[in-house]
């Protein structure tokens, strides 16, 4: 199974600000079409996560372009440029490569 | 509006059956891969299993945990899919989530709808 790390835990953040979540795969998630399969994903408080990135760098229909994907191989980032206090909750890795799909530990955004 | 909404959680006891009902709105799940996840009280997100659309066989995948417990089938006549989950175990308990794989990736990730959950607890 391919093991997904996350850090930090946990992330204080002050509004406007920017905040960068990384992501590491225990092996490579670039598959032969050339694709790397990492989403991250986005849990708010009491709600169902939702996806925000898809094939490492591709913003869901409907995320704010303040939301960045970035990285190959086993190493990966999300950035939030700005942060905004609808922000919080907890983030979510997840590689698609093979199954089992495998999720990363999650990193919990918070507002200083 | 494209929707999915989870029931038939509830508590069990261990080694009972329970089955969980995706039911769709707002789009032909045939075609798509329908998937399901679980996340333990407390707990992160985990994978539970797949079945793929109709163009790819309907076929199934699980986790390694639930494999050969769990069966997920769907009906398309009805617009549901579902979670059948035999010998329930009580590290079975955990909000149950139905996903649609929306973003055709050439693989099966990319889930852009999430159902709102059901609970199951599995006590005795």
């Known amino acids: 199974d391919i093991v997904m790390t996350q850090s930090p835990l946990s992330l204080p953040v002050t509004p406007g600000e920017p905040a960068s979540i990384s992501c590491r795969s225990s092996?490579?998630?670039?598959?032969?079409?050339?694709?790397?399969?990492l989403d991250w994903y986005l849990q708010k408080p009491g709600q169902s996560p939702q996806l925000l990135i898809y094939l490492g760098s591709n913003r869901a229909s409907g995320v704010p372009d303040r939301f960045s994907g970035s990285g190959s191989g086993t190493d990966f980032t999300l950035k939030i440029s700005r942060v905004e206090a609808e922000d919080v909750g907890i983030y979510y890795c997840?590689?698609?490569?093979?199954?089992?799909?495998?999720f990363g530990g999650g990193t919990k955004v918070e507002i200083k | 509006e494209v929707q999915l909404v989870e029931s038939g959680g509830g508590l069990e006891q261990p080694g009972r059956s329970l089955r969980l009902s995706c039911t769709v709105s707002?789009?032909?799940?045939?075609?798509?891969?329908m998937s399901w996840f679980r996340q333990a009280p407390g707990k992160g997100l985990e994978w539970v299993g797949f079945i793929r659309g109709k163009s790819s066989g309907g076929t199934t995948e699980y986790a390694a945990s639930v494999r050969g417990r769990f069966t997920i089938s769907k009906d398309e006549s009805k617009n549901i899919a579902y979670l059948q989950m035999n010998s329930l175990k009580t590290e079975d308990t955990a909000v149950y989530y139905c996903t649609r794989d929306g973003v055709k990736t050439g693989k099966e990730d990319a889930f852009d709808i999430w159902g709102q959950g059901t609970m199951v607890i599995v006590s005795s």
């Open positions: 997840m590689q698609g490569r093979q199954t089992p799909l495998t």
């Open positions: 707002g789009f032909n799940f045939r075609d798509y891969v």
């Open positions: 092996q490579s998630l670039l598959y032969t079409n050339g694709y790397h399969y």
